[in-house]
């Protein structure tokens, strides 16, 4: 990703857990000056209604809901609380509660009722629909969130916020379903995005725990769908990337982050990216559409500065231009991240991005068992920064109706660098068209080895040692046919993953060529 300012087969999510729809187990007892989960319970926490159509001058029960999100915000909360909206009203401003839950009871906001219509909040404008701020053990469920009104000004959908206050653990967004969200187009530390968890303060180092964005619905939203940023990010790995005035932090990742089963449509920008994290998990989300609206740089979904992210069981498609417009990007001071078993498809940017500079590295990157219908101009891009340790092995490619100009574009000043470390090897590529397929400045830390070339132009061909040119079978569904010269003909690769695209396992000898190990197909 760019400097910022300040249809083939189809990976089926599994349904949600029903532990997603959370209960709680203890009540409220005031102990002056503790924390509210500090505070000891010993019975189910309150229950508190809003009906934003009912009459003003209720008590927050059910037969007198509040009626105003003033009410729902003046009210502190207590571990097992329950803040609940009732279906088919609608609610406009800002919701911002005060309080936690504790481990064993969260704070929980929800919705009440039987109507078809899901319990909606309209921020109208604001800079927030909801800002769940310096709280820890809250679980967001089930509501409708819009902020459409004066488009164009930085604001979100959800905004998670932690400002010197050390560890927030037990924060969960789930089954939301947020749209039209009309903001800017300013990559900030504050918005504009469906879903903003941002990180601040200088004083005190602060992370989240365990967050978990799960099963929303995030839709027309300017500009990022799924958004992490942090000011304590401060590493040597991250070199000069960012203003050390503006994220002058030492880097404090927040961990076991997992990111899993979202739909995100018709995006601005960028679909989902990581900031500042250790140990990610993003999988079986469905990005379709991102890099609409936007002329800056934007990915389907990235990691930066970031540790062990691991992204897979994702179906990427319809990046709406070429800056940068890619599935997957490995931004700078990313350090081993793991792209696998995921579905990229008519992605005018391409494929895959890696992309460090002004002084940072990406490290240690591994691509693997993916499959690529249609993506262009390019398959694979570097930047201009070290590319280092980075291995892109048993994908396959097939393009039909967009022939990418570059099979890999490097973007080194000069084809003598040596930054780069970029192995590719028992991969697939299928072109049905004309033309196309060059290299961009390859450099010699770029080396091929036992992949499939057919149908690519041969002047362009790399250097590919135990490779061939001849049709592999390749079929639409990325299976091969019974016969195929790919079947155990590549290079045996150490900690591959134990299993190709499709689930099969994978042999302790040679592998088969490209994402798929299972037998021929006839």
């Known amino acids: 990703m ?43 926490g309150h229950v508190f209604h809003v009906d934003c159509a009912a009459p003003a001058g209720g008590d927050g029960s059910r037969a007198r809901p509040w009626s105003t999100l003033a009410q729902a915000n003046a009210q502190p909360y207590g571990p097992g609380d329950r803040l609940l909206f009732r279906r088919g009203s609608t609610c406009t401003g800002t919701l911002a509660p005060r309080g936690e839950g504790s481990a064993t009871a969260p704070f929980t906001i929800a919705d009440y009722g039987s109507a078809a219509a899901r319990a909606r909040l309209d921020g109208a404008g604001a800079h927030d629909t909801v800002l769940l701020s310096n709280t820890r053990y809250t679980r967001l469920s089930a509501l409708e969130i819009v902020n459409a009104a004066r488009p164009g000004s930085e604001r979100n959908g959800v905004r998670l916020r932690l400002t010197d206050y050390g560890t927030a653990r037990g924060i969960a967004v789930t089954g939301l379903y947020v749209h ?34 799960a099963g929303n619905r995030i839709e027309d939203v300017d500009r990022e769908g799924v958004y992490f940023k942090s000011t304590w990010s401060r590493r040597p790995l991250v070199g000069n990337q960012q203003d050390p005035h503006t994220y002058p932090g030492a880097w404090t990742p927040s961990t076991r982050v997992r990111v899993h089963h979202n739909t995100l449509r018709s995006l601005a920008g960028d679909g989902i990216k990581l900031d500042t994290t250790a140990g990610a998990v993003v999988e079986h ?8 609206r936007s002329p800056s740089a934007n990915a389907g979904v990235w990691t930066f500065n970031t540790d062990d992210t691991l992204v897979q ?41 890696l992309c460090p500079y002004s002084g940072a590295k990406t490290v240690g990157t591994t691509v693997r068992y993916n499959v690529s219908r249609n993506d262009g101009a390019r398959l694979i891009q570097n930047c201009a920064g070290p590319v280092l340790d980075t291995r892109i092995y048993n994908n396959s490619f097939l393009n039909t109706d967009r022939i990418p100009a570059y099979l890999v574009q490097d973007d080194t000043p000069s084809p003598t660098t040596t930054d780069h470390q970029l192995t590719v090897r028992n991969n697939i590529f299928v072109s049905r068209g004309q033309g196309g397929y060059a290299l961009k400045n390859p450099t010699p830390g770029l080396r091929f080895d036992h992949n499939v070339f057919h149908g690519l132009p041969p002047a362009h061909l790399p250097a590919n040692p135990g490779g061939t040119t001849a049709d592999p079978g390749l079929r639409d569904d990325f299976r091969l046919t019974a016969g195929s010269p790919a079947h155990a003909a590549g290079q045996h690769v150490v900690s591959n993953g134990g299993r190709d695209y499709f689930g099969t396992p994978l042999p302790a000898g040679a592998p088969t060529i490209g994402a798929y190990e299972g037998p021929g197909v006839h």
């Open 180 to 213: 039209d969200v009309r903001g800017g187009d300013a990559k900030t530390l504050t918005g504009s995005s469906g879903i903003h968890v941002a990180v601040e303060g200088t004083a005190r180092p602060s992370r989240y725990d365990g967050l978990e964005i």
């Open 2 to 44: 760019r400097p910022e300012p300040g249809r083939g087969p189809r990976v089926t999510a599994r349904a949600l857990p029903a532990t997603l729809v959370l209960s709680a187990a203890l009540t409220l007892v005031t102990v002056p000056g503790a924390r509210a989960s500090d505070r000891p319970s010993a019975s189910a």
């Open 313 to 353: 069981f994702n179906e990427v498609s319809g990046g709406g231009n070429t800056h940068d417009g890619m599935s997957f990007d490995a931004d700078g001071a990313s350090r081993n991240t793991v792209f696998q078993y995921n579905n990229s498809h008519d992605n005018k940017g391409g494929f895959l991005l």
């Open 285 to 292: 989300n469905r990005v379709d559409g991102f890099q609409l």
